[in-house]
């Protein structure tokens, strides 16, 4: 009877490491619409989400979502806070050195905003000299002003909100931003106030190889879990009825 019971709870114990071992938690910053936001109800949704969801469902493993500010992702991620994190971030050779990235599962180019009739037509760091610009902290777009404008006056913000308020409120002559957010931004009530100007962003050096999705360096299974998962929900068409959602165009290879 005892050898009975012990064998019972043994597999019980096994059942439920096993079922512990299906679930996963989704980091995202939840602060970049349309990507990843956080509703009026408190629910976290956006195009990152849903793909999250999405390769969750395709690997079987059931997930959830917590939010965490984009300053402190990466160190959320390496402290375990959650197993993979999904928040539109671009590959670059700095970042690989910190964390494993999936393939991209979208790429888009950086752009400029700047308020309408503004008449900035000079990109060199002569032409921005003196210029307030403004960019989200801790990102490639910050890294990129910085680096092309050192004689402008940069700004940086903990979100993309923050950046887009400023520019609404004319404390800033320009931006930096993902197009693809700044796009539909532009199409809200306060983005009515700007415009894109300029020629797309598309130097690897500022935006990698497109977004990845993030997992701890050790986590070697899991990243060819995801690759694994991406090509099947491109394969099946999951992938674009979700891209249909958010965007008139296919992002995954935009060029």
């Known amino acids: 009877m005892k050898k009975i019971l012990l064998a019972a709870a043994f597999a019980a114990l096994s059942a ?19 990507f990843n936001f956080i509703d009026a109800s408190g629910k976290v ?8 969801m999405a390769l969750c469902a395709e690997m079987k493993v059931e997930c959830t979502v917590v939010t965490q500010d984009w300053d402190g992702i990466i160190p959320a991620l390496q402290a375990k ?22 393939k991209p599962y979208f790429k888009a180019p950086m752009t400029h905003i700047a308020p309408k009739g503004s008449g900035i037509t000079d990109f060199t760091n002569e032409g921005m000299k003196g210029k307030t610009i403004g960019a989200q902290s801790g990102t490639t777009q910050a890294e990129f002003a910085t680096a092309t404008y050192p ?32 796009m539909a931004w532009l199409k809200s009530d306060d983005g009515k106030c700007c415009e894109l100007i ?12 497109g977004a990845g999705i993030a997992v701890r360096l050790e986590d070697k299974e899991l990243v060819a879990k995801l690759n694994a998962a991406i090509d ?3 394969a099946d068409g999951t992938y674009q ?3 249909a959602k958010y965007f008139p165009i296919d992002i995954y290879d935009m060029k």
């Open 16 to 34: 439920f490491s096993a079922q512990a071992a299906e679930k996963l938690v989704i980091g995202t910053e939840g602060a970049y619409p349309p």
């Open 198 to 209: 300029g020629k797309p962003i598309t130097d690897e050096k500022w935006i990698g190889k």
């Open 241 to 243: 009825k979700i891209n």
């Open 151 to 182: 004689d402008a006056d940069i700004k940086l913000y903990p979100t993309q909100d923050e950046v887009n308020l400023d520019m609404v409120n004319g404390r800033l002559d320009l931006a930096t931003g993902d197009m693809l957010p700044l």
């Open 81 to 102: 806070k959650f197993d993979f994190m999904i928040a539109s971030m671009f590959i670059t050779p700095e970042r690989a050195e910190k964390v494993a990235f999936t």
């Open 232 to 234: 099947a929900i491109r």
């Open 45 to 52: 949704g956006g195009f990152d989400i849903d793909i999250g």
